[in-house]
């Protein structure tokens, strides 16, 4: 049994854009008709050049000093049935605190609060923390995790083992690299109004923000905070993200200390959090076209105090929002995802005798879920891109495909072998002295690793619509290239995919197997020697060679619809061939 606490504390302060940051596209500088993207229609440089952005803003963030605590508590213990069965049964309880701030400057989005706007009946707005009420999310206290694990000795030379178990993870309070803080109010951004209707071009970068920046308010303006702009918040009831595993391993002792091992393995995990938009617009309003992008009168004129919602006239979709006083709601730890993961194991050992060992690891498994990965893209270039956006807020389901992390096939060998020269080996049996020195002590060592290539997600700009683009009802697949250079200029068919029209959403799944990215073989060796001088004393020297064949691994292609390289690889990954030599003194 046993007891783990911890009092948990971060201090950050983020100046998230406190300069300004502006991101131009294509969309004001393409046509005929503005509304259709297409890989000769616009320039993201021709609109830099214009200086139009699409969107823009300049931030003044918040200092935070963070605290919260984390208790567990565990029971287990191992029941010897008989000669053959041993049990291992377990009870793991854990709470984790939710987060409280030194100076208050926290808040969550209470979606039944009354708007201080006058004209609508609209609901939601910022709870501020407080004296008293410190805390901006509840505490999951149901995290009780049982454990179950067995082995069976069948034969004299065969076990098998099982087992299942809960497993908590803490909940994830940071979508970025950086952490955030619900902090809006002690925080402020300034959005650049670009343009009204997405279309024609308001104001440009030569005088972006001509109302000046927005003074953090703190909590005095209560519900009135941030109108007009995206909420940014923690999830306020949230359910502790958890994980079910479970596997089953037959293992067997071979001739000549070989060992066989075959596993299943399997994992399924619920309330997995991502970030969740709760102010998209409802799909049923994207029949109304181009009249979402039409002008009206602003319902809100006088009472906002800055962005588009502070203009005499605004766009319809903007009215037609669930809480059209935000920009937008965002939820970055909605606990809404799944996984469903899967694989079997084999494992082929032989242990080390005689001066060799190597070890065979091949695993065939599939990962699904229904939310990107959450991984950073910083220092992290395997997996850097692999996050497809959501399509439509209304049907998560859809989002339901294999994972951009899935990897069907991994292979690995390591392997150790002292080379057969010097003292009581094949060759040069009889060196001594300063030759057999120079002969005795050689080990030979290495990795080599393969693996298939991830799912490739495709995306296409969709003028007031989804993100991904329309299958021309065939695999993009190609499977007959001629040589690697044309692998590289055309990794997928690309007349395969079709860029929807404005206002709809592509039939393109978030994923797909059937058109994946290139394959990763590495292979590291390494010579040593270690020479003994004296009793107590050796010299060990070590050649060491990672990726030793200087294979390039290719990223993966570009999947954008309307990119001018679309189906191209133009980078790669890893590293290429490295050298080191070292020497090391053993006394």
Known sequence: MGFDGRLRRLNRASVTAGGGRYNFTRAFTQGPDPNQAAITAGSGMASFLLGVPQTGD???????????????????????????????????????????ERYNQLNYFDFGLASPLRGQPLTGGLIFAKDGSRTTFRSDRNNFAPRFGFAYSAQRKTVVRGGFGFFYSPLETSNSDTGFSPSDGFSSATPMISTLDGVRPLRSVGNPFPEGLIRPAGS?????????????????????????????????????????????????????????????????????????????????AGQVPTGPLAQPRIARRQTLLPRPQFGGVMVIND??????????????????????????AYTWSKLISDARNGLPTLDNNQNAGLNPGVQNWYDLRSERSVSELDVAHTLTLSYVAELPFGKNKQFFAGARGMAGKI????????????????????????????????????????????????????????????????????????????????????????????????????????AESFNVMNRPNFFLPVTNAVNVQFGQINATIGNPRINQLAMKLLF
Not at 60 to 76: E, K, P, S, T
Not at 338 to 360: D, I, P, Q, V, W
């Open 335 to 360: 606990t809404s995802a799944n996984s469903t993961y899967h694989a079997m194991n084999l494992k082929m050992e032989k242990r080390y005798r005689a001066g060799a060992g190597f070890l065979m």
């Open 220 to 300: 005095s303006l209560g519900a009135a905070t941030f109108l007009g702009q995206t909420i940014n918040v923690w999830m306020n009831s949230p359910t502790t993200p958890i994980v079910y595993q479970w596997n089953l391993d037959i293992q067997r002792e071979l001739p000549k200390a070989f060992l066989l091992d075959l596993a299943y393995t399997a994992s399924h995990g619920s309330h997995l959090t991502q970030g969740r938009d709760f102010n998209a617009l409802d799909p049923s309003f994207l029949a109304l076209g181009t009249g979402l992008q039409a002008l009206v009168d602003n319902p809100f």
């Open 439 to 542: 002969v005795d002590g050689w080990q030979v060592s290495g990795v080599t690793a393969w693996r298939s290539g991830f799912p490739l997600n495709f995306s296409a700009p969709i003028t007031g619509g989804g993100n991904r683009p329309n299958s021309a009802g065939r695999s993009a697949r190609i499977s007959d290239h001629a040589s690697r250079a044309s692998s590289l200029r055309r990794w997928f068919d690309t007349t395969a995919f079709t860029v929807p029209p404005p206002f709809s959403f592509g039939n393109t799944g978030r994923n797909l197997t059937d058109v994946r990215g290139p394959r990763l073989f590495n292979w590291d060796v390494s010579l040593a020697k270690t020479t003994t001088i004296t009793e107590r004393v050796r010299l060990q020297f070590r």
């Open 58 to 100: 300049a931030n003044i963030g918040a200092a935070v000093a963070l605290q919260n605590f984390y208790f567990a508590g565990y029971l287990q213990d191992d029941l010897r049935v008989s000669s053959k069965l041993t049990v291992n049964v377990g009870l793991r309880y854990e709470v984790e605190s939710p987060y409280t």
